[in-house]
C-alpha cells in the first residue's frame, strides 16, 4: 500500500510564501512522476506543476514563475515552492504520484491566501 502525505499548508497573506512537501512511502519501488494538484472551492481539481524522476518539470501557465517544483528521489519526496501568492491560489493541494500504471493521492493540505 503506497502513501502520500503532504504538509506545509497554512495561511499566508497575498504576496507571501509557503513551501509545501510530499513524501510516498510504502512502496517499495521508485516513483515516477511526481506532481501537485489543486481544487478550489466549487471548481474541478486542476494540475499545478509535475516533475520526472529525470528533474524534467512542467507547470501550469497561472503559477508559472511563481512557484517552483523539486524532488529528492532518495526520500520519493516532491516539494513545491510557492511564492508571490495570491488570493486566487486558495485551495486544498493534493499530492500525485505515479508507479508503473497506478495514480496514488495524497489527502490534501489546505492554502489560503488572504488579500
Known amino acids: 500500500q503506497v502513501h502520500l502525505v503532504e504538509s506545509g499548508g497554512g495561511l499566508v497573506q497575498a504576496g507571501g510564501s509557503l513551501r509545501l512537501s510530499c513524501a510516498a512511502s510504502?512502496?517499495?519501488?521508485?516513483?515516477?512522476?511526481m506532481g501537485w494538484y489543486r481544487q478550489a472551492p466549487g471548481k474541478q481539481r486542476e494540475f499545478v506543476a509535475s516533475?520526472?524522476?529525470?528533474?524534467?518539470?512542467t507547470y501550469a501557465d497561472s503559477v508559472k514563475g511563481r512557484f517552483t517544483i523539486s524532488r529528492d528521489n532518495a526520500k520519493d519526496a516532491v516539494y513545491l515552492q510557492m511564492n508571490s501568492l495570491e488570493p486566487e491560489d486558495t485551495a486544498v493541494y493534493y499530492c500525485?504520484?505515479?508507479?508503473?500504471?497506478?495514480?496514488?493521492w495524497g489527502q490534501g493540505t489546505q492554502v489560503t491566501v488572504s488579500s
Open positions: 500525485r504520484g505515479a508507479i508503473s500504471i497506478y495514480v496514488y
Open positions: 510504502g512502496s517499495g519501488v521508485a516513483v515516477n512522476a
Open positions: 516533475i520526472t524522476r529525470g528533474g524534467f518539470s
